[in-house]
């Protein structure tokens, strides 16, 4: 195990210099900062003191050096908008986009081995052609779409939900929603998939001539066999719900790490866009090892091949 984190950690690097290469420079060709933070009225000298004063008139590969000489040293630099450090703004947004995120894949995953199991467990009844039917259909519907018909029929219409903010159980319903359906109906059709492998097998007839109840057979023999596939597209899934999160947090005026980085694009906060940019690199890094790792757990061949 501890080979496998290694080589994971190592093969990393490259990805999130690239990653942080590709941020700053097309960051800088959004247009120039003091267009945004100096009156109409500016001018030249005020401009090249603007410009002096956040080292943006240094030559580019020169700031990417400092750039990263500072991150070395944990140090993101400073909001051209609030001047206060990159790195606070992203921190205090980040937990809400975990916690949508959270919620969301966690509802899936248990809705889907519900729903999926249920599905397998009688091939081609109505329960499960139901539920393929519904599945597919949630898996091939785009988020932005389910948000905006959310906001017109259950927030405009109805008058039931708010379309922004965060307080309240009620604020939370149409951002999870709208991120829940796509995951949703790809990991049922997975967990069904592979359930329907798992239940044919010799040791789920070993099992049940052994005279196992059929809950232990399904969920103590099936399902921790299936387990392993379905664990590899759900940690794609979550990787995919920060790009879903951007369109979604945007929509709903959600405070968290999406919406932060496209405030930070429109207001050319290039320090707050990088530090956020960089966070949500790490975590998805951080979200391929651990899923990796999962998947090492369940599989003994995953094991033998990464300590080969």
Same mark, same amino acid.
């Given at each position: 195990m501890l080979t496998l984190l290694r080589r994971r950690a190592v093969s990393s690097v490259v990805p999130l210099l690239v990653v942080v290469l590709g941020v700053f420079f097309l960051a800088r060709l959004t247009g120039d900062p003091a267009n945004?933070?100096?009156?109409?009225?500016?001018?030249?000298?005020?401009?090249?003191?603007?410009?002096?004063?956040?080292?943006?008139?240094?030559?580019?590969?020169?700031?990417?050096?400092?750039?990263?000489?500072q991150v070395a040293h944990l140090d993101f630099g400073e909001s051209l908008r609030t001047a206060q450090p990159a790195a606070e703004a992203v921190l205090r947004a980040f937990p809400a986009t975990l916690q949508l995120a959270g919620w969301t894949m966690l509802l899936a995953v248990v809705g889907a081995v519900v729903i999926g199991s249920l599905a397998a467990y009688r091939p081609n009844s109505a329960t499960d052609r139901i539920a393929s039917f519904l599945s597919s259909t949630a898996a091939s519907v785009p988020d932005f779409w389910i948000a905006i018909m959310g906001v017109l029929v259950f927030a405009v219409t109805l008058g039931w939900l708010p379309t922004s903010g965060t307080s309240g159980a009620a604020a939370w319903v149409l951002p999870v929603a709208t991120l829940?359906? #796509?995951?949703?109906?790809?990991?049922?059709?997975?967990?069904?998939?592979?359930?329907?492998?798992?239940?044919?097998?010799?040791?789920?007839?070993?099992? #049940?001539?052994?005279?196992?109840?059929?809950?232990?057979?399904?969920?103590?023999?099936?399902?921790?066999?299936?387990?392993?596939?379905?664990?590899?597209?759900?940690?794609?899934?979550?990787?995919?719900?920060?790009?879903?999160?951007?369109?979604?947090?945007?929509?709903?005026?959600?405070?968290?790490?999406?919406?932060?980085?496209?405030?930070?694009?429109?207001?050319?906060?290039?320090?707050?866009l990088q530090a956020a940019v960089l966070l949500t690199a790490l975590a998805i890094f951080a979200l391929n090892i651990l899923v990796d790792l999962s998947h090492a757990l369940l599989d003994p061949r995953v094991r033998q091949r990464a300590a080969a």
């Open positions: 945004l933070y100096l009156p109409l009225s500016a001018t030249p000298e005020m401009r090249a003191e603007f410009t002096a004063r956040n080292g943006l008139d240094d030559p580019l590969i020169s700031q990417f050096g400092d750039y990263l000489a829940l359906i #796509r995951p949703f109906g790809v990991l049922v059709q997975v967990v069904r998939g592979a359930m329907v492998s798992a239940l044919s097998a010799p040791y789920v007839k070993v099992a #049940r001539a052994k005279g196992a109840s059929e809950p232990r057979v399904v969920f103590g023999h099936a399902l921790r066999n299936a387990a392993a596939p379905a664990l590899t597209v759900a940690g794609d899934l979550a990787v995919g719900l920060v790009n879903g999160a951007v369109v979604v947090e945007t929509i709903f005026g959600w405070p968290g790490i999406g919406k932060l980085m496209i405030d930070s694009v429109l207001q050319r906060d290039f320090a707050v």
